[in-house]
């Protein structure tokens, strides 16, 4: 599988834990579950949380829209109580799609000046970041291996694993 980043990879951004990015007051907001963050949250005890909607399943929201695990400081109740978090969750500002075999990872810029997040332009460049979203794809089982293409003049080495 190769990867396309779609995205300007000298950004920046650190999570501020402002849990704009949680939904707060967004009505269409819903979360994807990957089938084994369901088994999980089944494992938890917390399978009330899940709903189903065709093949895919969601977190539910609270009233304001804001995910239902999302407490008053701001905070996940799912990372406090049991040191998880949904993979979905864990690689924001980044969002992905697997298009004939190709992981493109791209930045929601819509959503993300929706939710008004205040991250960018703080922490670590949005390239140095990468790995992190292929690791997390990796634990939900949906990556079992990627390759980049990369601009090295030999061409044995323009493909590397």
């Known amino acids: 599988m ?8 000298t950004l920046r951004f650190e999570c501020m834990k402002c849990g704009n990015c949680c939904g707060r007051n967004l009505d269409m907001w819903l979360l994807e579950l990957y089938p084994t963050e369901v088994n999980v949250l089944k494992e938890m005890n917390l399978e009330k949380y899940i709903i189903k909607k065709g093949s895919h399943y969601f977190l539910a929201r609270k009233g304001d ?3 239902i695990f999302l407490n008053e400081d701001n905070l996940c109740e799912l ?8 993979v979905n969750c864990r690689i924001f500002p980044f969002s992905t799609r697997i298009v004939n075999d190709m992981l493109v990872i791209y930045l929601n810029i819509k959503y993300i000046k929706r939710v008004k997040c205040n991250g960018f332009g703080k922490g670590d460049m949005l390239g140095a970041q990468v790995d992190k979203v292929i690791n997390a794809l990796r634990e939900v089982g949906v990556l079992k291996d990627y390759f980049v293409v990369t601009s090295s003049s030999s061409s044995d080495d323009n493909l590397k694993r």
């Open 2 to 9: 190769y990867f396309i980043p779609c995205f300007d990879p």
């Open 79 to 86: 990372r406090l109580e049991y040191d998880w978090y949904p």
């Open 65 to 67: 829209g804001s995910c």
